[in-house]
């Protein structure tokens, strides 16, 4: 079952602040986020395990919820270099470090001057 | 360190035609993915290889075959391409604990 993203876009100026959801109908092992700039590939953002804790990557931060099967991507003091579609992965633990991500259909950000 | 290069980069097939999209990793993952891209989308699993030597479907198999030749090499076949098949194609590795590392894509139209 694909993740669901919200929101679909989001246009912000720089130093704003936004929130990317991801949520899920299935129980949550893992989420996974990315970030993918146009015609290029995806590039890892950071992964979130099972056990509800936050991580952080500069600005962009990141919480997961396993009860309500939610994550969240925090974009804070946003910068133009933030633009992108961000994708959200999930998916168990299938051994041998592989998962079989899902990904959601993606939230395109945009920021400007 | 090359990462993970996929070949070639763009291709064009005519309907029924063959070919077979290459992807090799450098960086001595166990795991390896392939994934098509489609507008709207969002990536879609094809087949995946947890380790060498084996392989499973994922989301949307029909229509493709793999190989997974060593630890490095995983290539994935299109038998008899249709024109549905256009879309961008991402090869990935990964490690434990760690995200993917996909490739460039390859970009594969189909007429």
């Known amino acids: 079952q694909q993740p669901v993203q919200s929101p679909q876009a989001v246009i912000l100026r720089e130093g704003e602040d936004a929130v990317i959801n991801c949520s899920s109908s299935?129980?949550?092992?893992?989420v996974h986020w990315y970030r993918q700039k146009h015609g290029e590939a995806p590039v890892f953002l950071m992964i979130l395990l099972k056990g509800g804790e936050q991580k952080g990557h500069e600005k962009i931060s990141a919480s997961f919820n396993e009860k309500k099967q939610q994550s969240s991507l925090y974009l804070t003091a946003s910068q133009l270099s933030y633009s992108g579609t961000y994708f959200c992965g999930t998916g168990p633990y299938s051994g041998a470090g592989s998962y079989q991500l899902t990904f959601g259909k993606g939230t395109k950000l945009s920021v400007i001057p | 360190n090359a990462g993970v290069t996929q070949t070639p980069k763009f291709q064009v097939l005519k309907t029924g035609q063959s070919m077979t999209l290459q992807c090799a990793q450098d960086m001595n993952h166990n795991s390896m993915y392939w994934y098509r891209q489609d507008p709207g989308m969002g990536l879609r699993l094809i087949y995946y290889s947890a380790s060498e030597g084996t392989t499973d479907k994922g989301e949307v198999p029909n229509g493709y075959n793999v190989s997974r030749l060593n630890k490095r090499e995983f290539s994935l076949r299109l038998e008899s391409a249709a024109p549905s098949q256009t879309s961008v194609y991402f090869c990935?590795?990964?490690?434990?604990?760690?995200?993917?590392?996909f490739g460039s894509g390859t970009r594969l139209t189909v007429v």
């Open positions: 299935k129980a949550l092992y893992s």
């Open positions: 990935a590795s990964k490690v434990s604990a760690e995200g993917y590392t």
